[in-house]
C-alpha cells in the first residue's frame, strides 16, 4: 500500500512487547482477569468471547450475519463479504502490507502493554455483557460466522493470537473510498464556483454593453471607408486597403459621398433611397421613401404611404408614433435632439432613447438653444463637453450627457459658460456672451459661487482652484472657489497660485515703455521682472518677456518659469511657439539661424537657416545650406534632399524631387509609392486615397494610402 494512502503507517517490531501483567485493569479501574495476552486498541481484549467494537453490547450469535445490511449464510468456507474472496492462509498476515509474525507471547502494536483477560472487557467504558444472542455492531444483524471474515475488502488470515485490524472499530466502508468522495465533492464545489463567476463575468459585460450603448460618447472617427466616383458620375465604396465593397451604382448627385456621419451615408439609386454603413451593408434597404432625413446622428424615414419613423445609426427604429418635427440642439456635437409632439416635447439622445418629457405651457411650442460661448471654455474640454441645454417657456433645462438624465431645471434662460475638466462643475450665465449679468457655478446640482464683477464680462473659464475671468479688455482677474476676487492684470496663469500679473498698469504715472511683472509661485511673490512687453507667449509652464534693447533698438526674449526663473541667460533674438506642436518653441540667438528648444530650454535640433511649420500635419521643414529637411513631431530628420512639400493631408505628403515625386507617410516614416516627376504626372492627394492623373492618357490610377496599393484605374474619355 502507498505511503500517501496508508493511515496506519509501518508496524514497528521493536515495540512488541513480552511482559504480561497479572494486575491489569478495565477502563473503569475494575480489576480484569486475563487468560491471553492480546491487545486490539492498546486496551485489555477478551479474545475468547465476541466483543463489542463501538460501545454495544455484544451478544453471541447462533446464526450469521450480514455486516452490510444483505442476509449472510453460514458458509463452510471463507466468505467474502465485500466482493474479494478470502484465503484461508496457513501464516499470520499483515493487515497494512507489512508482514506478522506469529508469536508464543503477547504482542503490543501500540507499544502498550497486553493484559490477558478472564471475564468480558468494556472498551469504550461501558460494561460488556457475555451475550447469547447475535448482536448489532453498527446497527446491523451480525452474524457469527465460522469462518474468517474480511471486514475491510483485504484477505483476512485466521490466527491463534488476537489481532488489531485497524486500531479502531472496524466499519464497513474504507478510508480510501470517504477520501475519494471527499475529493469528487471538492471538484464539484471548484466547477460550481467557476460557472458561476463564469455567469457574473457575462451579466457584467451585458451590462456594460447597454450602458456603453446608452452612453452620450460617441464613436464618431472619421470612417476609413469612402466613395469613388468613376466618370459616368456613379459612385462605388471601398475600403481603406482599396476592396470594393459595392458597385458603381449609386448617383453622385444625390450620395453623401463625401462624409460618412457616425459610419452612415445615404445612398440613392435611381428614385430609390436608402442607409448604407461603411461596411457595405444596408441599415435601411433602397425603397421609395419620400423621404429620407439626417437630423445629426438621427434619420428620419417617410415611406410611400406617408408613415413616419425615426432611426438610429444603427439602423433600429427608436420611435414610430406620429410626430411634428425633430431638430438637433446642437449642429457640432449632436448630443441631444428635440422631438416636438402635439401635447408635449421629448428629449431624446444620439441613440434615440427618450431622457425626459415636457408638457407645452399653452400653444408655445418654441426651443431655444443658448449657444456655448466655447471660446471661453478649457480647451481640454471644449469639445467634450458633458452638459447640454435648452429653454422653453423661460426655463432652462440642463442634462447631464453621461447619465443620459436630468441635471438641473432653473427659472429664466441661462447659456452654459464653462465647465471644469472633471465636469463636476459647471458655469452658467445669464449674459449673452457680450452684454455682462453675472455667472453661477453649479456643483452637485447647487449654486456653489456667484460672480458678479464687471471683470467677468467676457467670460469666465474654471481653472484649478477657481475662475478665470474675462473683461472688456481681455484682461484677465483670478477668483477662488468661493467667488473672492483674489488679483486682477493676470498676463498668464497657472492656477490660482501660480501666475504673472502686470503691476503698474498706469502708463501716465509708469510710462508706456516700463512695465513691472510680478511671478507669483504657491501664492507668494518670487520674482519681478521690469521690461516693455509687446509680446507674450502663454504655457501652462513658461512665460516669455520680450525686453526692449536701448542699445540695439530690438527686442529680446527671455523665458521664465511659474517660479521666476529664468531659462535664458543669453536673449533670444527671435521666438514664437510652433503652430501644432505644443510645447516646443522656434528661437534664434543670433538673428541668423534658428532651432527648436522645448519649455525647459533644451536644443531639440541644430541650428537651421530656417524652420516652418505646417498647420495640416505635425511636422516640420529646415533648410541648411540649400539642403531641404523634413522632421516629425520629435524633431527627427525623417527625409532630405527634396526640393518641396507638394501636398500634404492626414500626415501623407508628397515630396517633389527634381526626377521623381514621393509619396510618404509620416506616420509609418517610409515611401509609400515613387512616381515619376514629368510634365504628364499629376499627384493628388484625397483624405482616404491618392491618385496620379497621366494627362497624355486622360487616366486615373487609384491607390491606397495605407500601402500605395493600385486598387482602381480609368480612362475618362471612355
Known sequence: MNNENNIFGQMNNNNISNEP?????????????????????????????????????????????????????????????????????????????????PTSNPVNYNSVPVQQPTSPVNYNSAPVQQPSNPVNYNSVPVQQPTSPVNYNSAPVQPTNNPVNYNSAPVQPSSNSNNKKFDNLKKMMNLKVIIAGILVILILVVAVVKI???????????????????????????????????????????????????????????????????????????????????????????????????????????????????????????YNLFILKLDNELKVMNYNGKIIDTIRYSGSDKEVTHPKVNRAYIDDDVSEKLSYELFVYNNKTYIYDLKSNKKYLELDGSYLLAAQNKKGNKIVLSKSNGYSFDSYYIYSNKKIVTKLTDEHCARGVISIDGGYACINDNYSTSLYDEKG??????????????????????????????????????????????????????????????????????????????????????????SMYKTQLIDDLYIVSSDGKTEYVINESNKELTQAYDAIKTNEASNYMVSSKDDVNYLLNENQKVLVSGFNRVYENL???????????????????????????????????????????????????????????????QEYMNS
Open 211 to 333: 450602458l456603453s450603448n446608452n452612453n452620450s460618447s460617441l464613436n464618431v472617427k472619421d470612417s476609413t471607408s469612402f466613395f469613388l466616383e468613376n466618370n459616368k458620375q456613379k459612385v462605388a465604396l471601398f475600403n481603406k486597403n482599396g476592396k470594393k465593397l459595392t458597385k458603381f451604382e449609386f448617383d453622385s448627385s444625390y450620395t453623401d459621398h463625401y462624409n460618412f456621419l457616425n459610419h452612415v451615408s445615404i445612398v440613392r439609386k435611381g428614385e430609390k433611397k436608402g442607409l448604407l454603413n461603411d461596411h457595405g451593408k444596408y441599415l435601411l434597404k433602397l425603397g421609395n421613401y419620400k423621404k429620407i432625413n439626417r437630423v445629426g446622428y438621427l434619420y428620419e424615414i417617410e415611406d410611400s404611404k406617408g408613415n413616419k419613423k425615426i432611426v438610429n445609426s444603427l439602423g433600429k427604429t427608436v420611435y414610430k408614433k406620429s410626430y411634428e418635427s425633430l431638430e438637433s440642439l446642437d449642429t457640432l456635437n
Open 650 to 712: 492626414d500626415n501623407i505628403v508628397v515630396l517633389e524631387y527634381n526626377d521623381y515625386y514621393e509619396v510618404y507617410d509620416l506616420n509609418k516614416h517610409k515611401v509609400i509609392l515613387k512616381v515619376e516627376n514629368t510634365d504628364d504626372n499629376n499627384v493628388f492627394l484625397e483624405k482616404n486615397y491618392f491618385y496620379v492623373y497621366k494627362i497624355s492618357e486622360e487616366k486615373k490610377i487609384y491607390y491606397t494610402n495605407t500601402k500605395g496599393n493600385k486598387f482602381y
Open 484 to 573: 473672492n476676487k483674489k488679483i486682477e492684470n493676470v498676463v498668464t496663469y497657472k492656477n490660482i497660485k501660480n501666475y504673472v500679473y502686470l503691476k503698474n498698469t498706469d502708463s501716465e504715472k509708469y510710462g508706456s515703455s516700463k512695465k513691472t511683472y510680478v511671478f507669483y509661485s504657491d501664492g507668494k511673490v518670487v520674482e519681478q521682472v521690469f521690461s516693455d512687453i509687446s509680446a507674450t507667449i502663454i504655457s501652462q509652464k513658461v512665460f516669455s518677456a520680450r525686453v526692449f534693447n536701448e542699445t540695439t533698438r530690438n527686442g529680446e526674449y527671455y523665458m521664465y518659469d511659474y517660479y521666476g526663473k529664468k531659462f535664458n541667460s543669453t536673449p533670444f533674438t
Open 21 to 101: 501483567n497479572s494486575n491489569s485493569m478495565n477502563n473503569n479501574n475494575t480489576p480484569v482477569q486475563p487468560s491471553n495476552p492480546t491487545n486490539y486498541n492498546s486496551v485489555p481484549v477478551q479474545p475468547s468471547n465476541p466483543t463489542n467494537y463501538n460501545s454495544v453490547p455484544v451478544q453471541q450469535p447462533s446464526n450469521p450475519v450480514n455486516y452490510n445490511s444483505a442476509p449472510v449464510q453460514q458458509p463452510t468456507s471463507p466468505v467474502n463479504y465485500n466482493s474479494v474472496p478470502v484465503q484461508q492462509p496457513s501464516n499470520p498476515t499483515n493487515y497494512n502490507n507489512t508482514s506478522v509474525q
